[in-house]
T-cell receptor, first 114, second 116 residues
Framework: GNSVTQMEGPVTLSEEAFLTINCTYTATGYPSLFWYVQYPGEGLQLLLKATKADDKGSNKGFEATYRKETTSFHLEKGSVQVSDSAVYFCALSARGGSNYKLTFGKGTLLTVNP | GAVVSQHPSRVICKSGTSVKIECRSLDFQATTMFWYRQFPKQSLMLMATSNEGSKATYEQGVEKDKFLINHASLTLSTLTVTSAHPEDSSFYIC????????????FGEGSRLTVL
């Protein structure tokens, strides 16, 4: 079956530090890959996505590249801000099935200190 | 953007009682809604897919008589945890797909259920 493994948190960084949150996946076929973010007290929001190999998703300074050879979709940001403090979820949806049905990683809590 | 609201955000109940959680799409119509369950430090686990006007499709291992899902309108789905027990304590999250929206999901804030 499909699965997503992302790095255990919590991750604590100082403002302007470089961020990487690792995500690897197992899936049959060629899934679409997503990063969702959940700010305190809010629902999950789509942060970025990539639908095929070598695609790069980007939004709000965050980037992730769909790497088929390493089955990875690591999230990066060059300079984090306090407002980036949130829980980040990596997810996939398997191609050929419902585009909506997502398999999530466990989530990584990021705390950015001023 | 599209907003999905869950109610209540927190509920505490006694063992053996039933609890209903509502999921509403506030400014769009959602033909499909999804219910997830999240244990501490665990992934969101899809419980069921709820389609307006039809029976919900449950994931393997999810008891449909335990977790009753109703999607009576294009803006409302409800999850009822029947005869709740302490092991049902969890964080329940719903999401909604925008009709014709190309697959993007919008999530509610989640509902924390504690069964004493």
């Amino acid at each position: 079956g499909n699965s997503v493994t992302q790095m255990e948190g919590p991750v604590t960084l100082s403002e302007e530090a470089f961020l990487t949150i690792n995500c690897t996946y197992t899936a049959t076929g060629y899934p679409s890959l997503f990063w969702y973010v959940q700010y305190p007290g809010e629902g999950l929001q789509l942060l970025l996505k990539a639908t095929k190999a070598d695609d790069k998703g980007s939004n709000k300074g965050f980037e992730a590249t769909y790497r088929k050879e390493t089955t990875s979709f690591h999230l990066e940001k060059g300079s984090v801000q306090v407002s980036d403090s949130a829980v980040y979820f990596c997810a996939l949806s398997a191609r050929g099935g419902s585009n909506y049905k997502l398999t999530f990683g466990k989530g990584t809590l990021l705390t950015v200190n001023p | 953007g599209a907003v999905v609201s869950q109610h209540p955000s927190r509920v505490i109940c006694k063992s053996g009682t039933s609890v209903k959680i509502e999921c509403r799409s506030l400014d769009f119509q959602a033909t499909t809604m999804f219910w997830y369950r999240q244990f501490p430090k665990q992934s969101l686990m899809l419980m069921a897919t709820s389609n307006e006007g039809s029976k919900a499709t449950y994931e393997q291992g999810v008891e449909k008589d335990k977790f009753l899902i109703n999607h009576a309108s294009l803006t409302l789905s409800t999850l009822t945890v029947t005869s709740a027990h302490p092991e049902d304590s969890s964080f329940y999250i719903c999401s909604a797909a925008l009709a014709g929206g190309g697959g993007e999901l919008f999530f509610g804030e989640g509902s924390r259920l504690t069964v004493l």
